[in-house]
C-alpha cells in the first residue's frame, strides 16, 4: 500500500521561504506531485518529480529521492495569497485507473 | 481554460435519502474521476471510469454508491441511501489519459467540488 506523511500546519512571513515536506512508505510509484488548495476548493496542480532531483517552476521547486523515501516542495518570496494547503501525492504503478493517492496536507499559513 | 464543472456546489440531505452529484468533464478528455473529502482531511480516491465502465474503485465505494455517463457530457455520482458519515465534499476529476495523472501536461483536473451535508 502506500501512505505518505506531512506536517500538519507549517507558519511562514511574506517574503521568506519555505519547505514542506512528504515522506511516504509505498511499494512503488510513478513519480510524486504536488496540489494546492485553497479553502476546501479544487486542487490544483504545482509541480511533479519523475526522477530524483530538483524541479523548478517559477517562485515553486519540488524535490524527490527515492532512496530516502523523502520529497519537498519549496516556496520561495512567500506571498500572503500562497497560503493554502499543500498535498503530495502518488499515482500507484500497475493501476488501471489512473487514481492518486494524496497526503494528509499541510496548511500553511504566510504571516505579514 | 477549460474547466471541470460540479452541481450543486452545495447540497444538504437527510440521513437515508438518495443523492445525485452532477459533473461535467473536460470534453476531450476520457478518464473520469471521484474523489471525496472529509473536513480537514486528505483527498481520497473513490472512482475511476474509462469506456463506460469502472476501471477501479476503492473501499469507501461500496454498493451504495454508483456512477454514470449517462450522455456524452455527464459523469454523475449516486449515493443510494445516504449516511451522517457521508458528509463530505466530493470532487470530480477528468484527463485526457491515463498515463500517469500526477504528471502535468495529462490535464488531469479537479472540478470545484460539491459540499455534500447529510443531515
Known amino acids: 500500500g502506500q501512505s505518505l506523511e506531512q506536517p500538519s500546519e507549517v507558519t511562514a512571513v511574506e517574503g521568506a521561504i519555505v519547505q514542506i515536506n512528504c515522506t511516504y512508505q509505498?511499494?512503488?510509484?510513478?513519480?510524486l506531485s504536488w496540489y494546492q488548495q485553497h479553502d476546501g476548493g479544487a486542487p490544483t496542480f504545482l509541480s511533479y518529480?519523475?526522477?530524483?532531483g530538483l524541479e523548478e517552476t517559477g517562485r515553486f521547486s519540488s524535490f524527490l529521492s527515492r532512496s530516502d523515501s523523502y520529497g519537498y516542495l519549496l516556496l520561495q518570496e512567500l506571498q500572503m495569497k500562497d497560503s493554502a494547503s499543500y498535498f503530495c501525492a502518488v499515482c500507484p504503478p500497475y493501476n488501471q485507473g489512473g487514481k492518486l493517492i494524496f497526503g494528509q496536507g499541510t496548511e500553511l499559513s504566510v504571516k505579514p | 481554460e477549460p474547466e471541470v464543472t460540479q452541481t450543486p456546489s452545495h447540497q444538504v440531505t437527510q440521513m437515508g435519502q438518495e443523492v445525485i452529484l452532477h459533473c461535467v468533464p473536460i470534453s476531450n478528455h476520457l478518464y473520469f474521476y471521484w474523489y471525496r473529502q472529509i473536513l480537514g482531511q486528505k483527498v481520497e480516491f473513490l472512482v475511476s471510469f474509462y469506456n463506460n465502465e469502472i476501471s477501479e474503485k476503492s473501499e469507501i465505494f461500496d454498493d451504495q454508491f454508483s456512477v454514470e455517463r449517462p450522455d456524452g457530457s455527464n459523469f454523475t455520482l449516486k449515493i443510494r441511501s445516504t449516511k451522517l458519515e457521508d458528509s463530505a465534499m466530493y470532487f470530480c476529476a477528468s484527463s485526457e489519459r491515463r498515463t500517469n495523472p500526477g504528471q502535468g501536461g495529462s490535464g488531469y483536473t479537479f472540478g470545484s467540488g460539491t459540499r455534500l451535508t447529510v443531515v
Open positions: 509505498t511499494s512503488g510509484f510513478y513519480g
Open positions: 518529480n519523475a526522477l530524483d
